[in-house]
């Protein structure tokens, strides 16, 4: 069975956050910030283990927001409750806007893609007409009687794709 520092935060990440929540100056030693690191794994260990319950509970074979919510609520920790809820309505809101970005370059990249190949299809009418053009001029003019020296080419004749 796995330990406790299997499931270790990673050291420069506690620290960085404990720089951030702490104010300017605050010296801490080390084993405050391994006490730390020890009691949020454990914390994150236990809200995930409840909300597993809950999900469970609920027939739900994944852990949502909701659940993990439900977790924070059956652990009696209902003061930090209002704070999650905001920070996850601003993480949804984010993703939420990623994704209309990332719709609105795909839709720019798909305008683009489509102006060049309607560029090209009409590339392609144009060739093909005259192309057409082209067979109904030789066809009118075999109506007339020519004589064609056995050595001379056949310069109509239809151009065969190379091979790549």
């Not at 003019?141 to 001379?152: I, L, P, Q, R, T």
């Amino acid at each position: 069975m796995s330990s406790i520092e299997d499931y270790e935060l990673p050291k420069a990440n506690v620290t960085r956050i404990l720089k951030q929540a702490l104010p300017t100056g605050t010296a801490l030693q080390r084993n405050a910030k391994l006490a730390v690191s020890k009691s949020g794994t454990v914390f994150i260990n236990y809200i995930s283990a409840l909300a597993n319950d809950v999900a469970k509970n609920q027939n739900h074979k994944t852990i949502t927001s909701n659940d993990v919510l439900k977790a924070v609520e059956l652990a009696e920790l209902d003061a930090i409750l209002p704070a999650l809820k905001d920070r996850l309505k601003d993480y949804q809101q984010s993703m939420q806007e990623k994704k209309q970005r990332k719709k609105g370059k795909q839709a720019e990249s798909q305008a683009g893609t489509k102006r060049g190949l309607e560029s090209d299809k009409d590339d392609d009418t144009n060739e093909e007409s005259s192309r057409k053009k082209a067979k109904e001029d030789n066809v009118d003019n075999s109506d007339e009687e020519e004589e064609v020296d056995a050595g001379d080419e056949d310069l109509t004749a239809t151009a065969v794709p190379m091979e790549e």
